[in-house]
């Protein structure tokens, strides 16, 4: 039996998932009997290279919109991973494939001499120590394969300047989410890089290549510049989504010269390269293929089983999060939603509201319950909370964007309970369900993720506001099994096989049969009229916020 091994390059760890997969169709046509998570490990970057210096995998700063972390650190975890994985004393001489998943959005810029570096490895050094910076005084400024020491990461919202002048080049902010996804995010790829171009003219001058952290991890893998997958390319305001391929005017609008020190960007499934000299004589491995890197979203899809339209996931964390497959490359008109490209080849739509659990615990706190307190109180209220209703802004919300935080409730006392429970709930719903409206899709299963997904109260509303299905997940770390999916799949078709996707996920990452909730037709009728009643006084709540 093959194995395949994912990895997940994440904001505060490195996570490794090896699967074991009997050969497909052959001894067990779709059946389950044949694949195994048979190893799993995770490197917290704060504790296990404490010498970066980092809190949950970033570096301090006083300016509370940085947000760097040093690649090097990415690159030691990667040595420590290899180790740890051959002192499991498993079989590695069967390991065929490697995938791997990385936070979105952060940016590794290296100079002309990383070429040759990646290529001449010495096995029996330390990967870190032959990457490492000698830095020349400007912070941003070094030696040895980096042109700069740190790397901007997703948590980064440093570049609002940079943001309005690439809309406005590129003629407003719809126009850009057209073109490229989305419209300009403080975190995204290309205002990042603007604001380095523009703050270091030298270090850009010295850039010979900007990978994205997916695209240099698969580098260090494969020992040479590794392209990036339209999955990840998607997170940078750069990529035309509908070609694919980078877009010349974004390119212009962002900084000079960004075309030629950008890798190629190529279908998810293309094996990048093999696992280089370095890995083969360092640890004692075979020259195991490696499929394109993607971001931890796109990978995600596959490893919680979105493989076709219409199946969506909610991930009920301290922020919700929905996602979901679509063929088509719509985009939100109001700004809030990501398009991504699917490593199925297809789409994903992605939208984040940010009061989510941090809500829902902010009312149980209130009233002074626990989770068994804040269930009975849903099930002592009906559906459509008797006209009571709220909009549950604890926080500035990400979706709608509401800017001045501000609890808003209609036909409700602050002091009910009951009440004010099953209206949080309803809202947090109603505004998931409202605003994927725009993916164009027809939403028939959830699979429910997340700390809250346990709550079957919570569930049964999901399913009545969405007129869905709802189905728990349980994800350990769904990024890291997609990646290890993903590798599987690559695999398997590289060869000139057929393999669904349908069949890929079969078993494994797919929701347990006996969770399904079932929507209550009566309920769902009532939500319907609510979701529209929402819609309608959403936006004079959010001028009641601000105002
Ligand atoms: C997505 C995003 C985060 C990171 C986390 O747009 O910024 O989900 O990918 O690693």
Redesign the pocket.
Known sequence: MPLYLGLDS??QSLTAMLLEIADFGKADPGGTRNRAVIFEHAIPFDTELPHYGTEHGVLPNEDPSVAVSPPLMWAEALDRMFEAIVASGLDLSRLAAIGGA?????SVYMNARATDILAGLIPSRPLAEQLRVVATGDEDTAESVLSRRVSP???DSSTSAECREITDAIGGADRLAQLTGSRA?E??TGPQIRKFYKRDPTGWEATDRVHMVSSFMASLLIGGHAPLDPGDAS?MNLMDLHTRDWSEEALDATAPDLAAKLPAIVPSSTIVGELAPYWQQRFGLPPAKIVAWS???PCSLVGTGLIREGQIAVSLGTSD?LFGLMHEPRVDRTGTG?V?GSPTGDYMG?T?FLNGSLARQRIRDEHELDWDGFSEALRATPAGNGGALMFPWFEPEITPEVRTSGVRRIDLDAGETARNVRAVVEAQMMALANHSRWMGVDIDVIHATGGAAVNGDILQIMADVFGAEVRRFEVGNS?CLGAALRACHADVTTDGRDLSWEEVVRGIAEPTDDSAIMPQPSDVETYARLRRRYAKLEPLAISGCSG
């Open positions: 994440s904001t990385a936070q979105q959005h952060g990461i997703w948590m995010f975190r995204f997170g971001g931890d979203n999060t990501h991504f992605l984040c990024a």
